[in-house]
Structure formats: C-alpha cells, structure tokens
C-alpha cells in the first residue's frame, strides 16, 4: 500500500495516539525518512495490562498492520516489550515479529527513553523522533491501524480498572461510556466513594478527579481507584500555588529531583531543582530556565513519590509553565544540538517493582480479567477534543439518527485533528461546542 493511500485511510478512522498523548496518527505517518517504525509495548504505568493483552491475544492483527505500515514508511518494524512480558513477546515472535525485549523500569513507555533504549539513539530536546530516522506507535493504535486498513473507524477503546475496585476488569469500552459505568461492572468501588479519587489513566501520569463521572476516550488506558489519603492523591490534588508556597520554605535545592529526573539522564538539558528555585523565587527565574519546562514528559518521577526528599513536585510546576506558556503562545525554539545519556544513568533508573512498591501499589496487583461484552452502555457522551490539536466540529443535529461507525465530527479545515465517529447506534440527544450525546435505540 502506498503512503498516501495509508494516511488517507487512517485519517478517516479518526486514529490518535491511544497510548496517552492522542497526536493525530495520519500526520505522524506523513514522517519522512524514518528508518525504524517502533511499536511501543512497554506500558510502564502501575496497574495497566491492556497492551500486555493485545500483543498477547492479537498478535498477527498487530503484526500484520505493522508490516503494511513499515513498508508504507520504508522503515523496519520493530516490537518493544519488556522481557518480563514473555507470552507477549512470545507471541509476536510466532507472528514473525522482530521483538526487542527491554528491561523493566519507569518510565520506559517515554518514547524518548524507548528510543535511546531499544536503538541507542538520542532525540534532541525540542524535535520529533523523526529527527532520529524514528517513528513510534503505541501497540493499540497499531491495532486501530489495522482496523482503518479494513475501513473500521475508531469505536472502541481497550481499558482496565483497578486499584480499590472489587475485581480488576479489561473492557473494549465504547467512546463516551461513563467511567462509573466500568468501575460498578468491575465489582464495584471498594472503599468509601468519599475517600476515594479516581484516575483516568495510570497512577504517575493519570488525571486526578473527585468523581467518576467522565468519558472513556480513544486515550483513556486504565479507571483506577485510589485512596484520597495516599502520597498520590495527595500530590496530584495540591495546587500548585499551595505547592510554590511549600517550595519556599523547604526546597533545599539537593538536587534529587534533576539526578532522578528520566530526561535529564537521557541527555536533555532540564533540570528541575532550577525550575523549582526559579518558581519559588521569582528573582531567579529567567526565560532560559523556565524553557526547560517544555522538554518535561511529566513522568512524576522527580517528585516525593520517587526523589524529592520534601514532598514536594516538580512535575506540577512544569505542567503550570507548559501551559501558560502554551496559552502566550509562546513557542521557544531548541537548537540541534548533540547530546548522549548522563554517564550515571544505568544506576539511576527506576525499577518498576521499587515504583510500585513505593507507591503502595502492590496491594492492588491483579491482573486484570478481560470481559468483553459486560459493557452495553444506554448513553455515550463523546468529547469533540481527545487529540492534540483543534477540537473536531459537529456534523449531527439533535434528533438524528446514527450508527455506529458514523462520522460525527470532523477537524476544522487544514488544522491539526481528527475525525470522531459514534460508538454506538442511537439518537443524538444533544450536542455542544465540545461534546455529542447519544443515547442507545432499543
Ligand atoms: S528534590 Fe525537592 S527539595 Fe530537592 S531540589 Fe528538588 S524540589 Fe527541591
Ligand atoms: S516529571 Fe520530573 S522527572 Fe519527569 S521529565 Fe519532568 S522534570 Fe523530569
């Protein structure tokens, strides 16, 4: 198949990055001069198993994709699963994959980390992958790729809960099911409601939320429960005014957080002790440094759950930089430069098992059971923004009737997005600037 003919394709399947970031999949296919098309399989969160489940289940649908889409980009595909993952890796040597077994630490499922990893190479701070000969797709939006190669858009999403819920469960959830529908199939939540936040997304990286009351999306991987109480929880929910506040007082600038921080080591030029000092004291704080901010993966790993001695978090004070500095629209330019990982760096990777560990994770360490036709949600409210880019504008009226599959939204013309389809047949009950509301037909 041809480049163009592939992107065409993909584009109308409204693919996204599935594994987290949600960067439209038919621009990143558009890359030239790639010579490597990495599938990335480490899944590195706590408590996720859904892509250990996909290479394992549905490994020559994975493969099969991944060979048309290399040939397309005229790169070599390669597999990136932890060896610890052997029936995986196992199965997609039997499909005639080339697998690279990785070790296991945090934050490998980086694709900077995966890169300098599985190839040796380093991308420089500000570019793309691509600026390497590398393109990376995470495992399940291959699989998506598969689907839009038989012209089956994006419905579903594959996800699992866990944490505090009675029993750990893995759904191909339809778009816009409520998260409060999947945890109440999971068995339940096991403690109070009221002592509990809910996680879209894994334990380090995941959006923190009082209620269980949002959309599953085409980036939604894990629904976890977790203690309102925990290290966590606690984190994630200080703001960051309050965190700033905290810095001043006892940041002692030991510079744990930049020896532990994952994009430091790998060889960019972050160094989140400076930004915190920068921060807290605002007669430090210069453009240079608060750039650094940009080349943050926002992996947690520099904060009191892995380094900071004084529970603090640099991570969300480079999540508030990034986004006001998105907001000016400020754009700063990075300089290609050469760059190779800190000499120290083998010694300070993180173990997945310390991370869990540390978090008070293990508690919770179920595999999750797959169940595929638990979920028949009554009523889906699809978001009209789940990619990088512009949100997607409605193509249904209220009162329409839809399959599903249908093309519900579309990007604005020549901006960066994708398309949305509906996730089940119904009636479009409503719909707004940012979401499209269907409700099942019996
Ligand atoms: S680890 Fe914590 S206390 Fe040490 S420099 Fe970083 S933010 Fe400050
Ligand atoms: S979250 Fe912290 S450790 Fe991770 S990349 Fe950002 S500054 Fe570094």
Redesign the pocket.
Known sequence: MNKKTLIRKVFDAGVVGAGGAGFPTHVKLGATGADTYLINGAECEPLLDADCHLMTTMAKELVDAGRITAEALGARLLFCVKAKHAEAVDALRSAGADVFEARDYY?LGDEVILIADALGRTVPEGHLPTEVGVVVNNVETLLNIHGALAGTPVTHTFVSTGGAVGRPTLFRAPIGTNARELLEVSGGIGIDPADAVFVDGGPMMGRYSDTPDFPVTKTTKGILVLPRDSLLATLEQMPVEEMLKRARVCCCQCNQ?TV?????LVGMG?E?HKIMRAMAWAGTRNGEVLRMAL?????????ALH?CPMGLS??RV?QQIKKALRESGVTPAFVKKEASPHPLREYRLAPSGRIKERLGLSVYDRESVFEPDLLHPSEVRIPLKQHVGAPSVPVVEEGQTVASGACIALPPEGVLGAKIHASIDGNVVSVTSGMVVLRRRE
Request: aromatic share 4%; charged share 15%.
């Open positions: 934050p957080c532990a921080c994952s994009r430091y972050i989140p080349l943050c993966s926002e992996c947690n790993l520099c904060s380094a640099p991570r480079n």
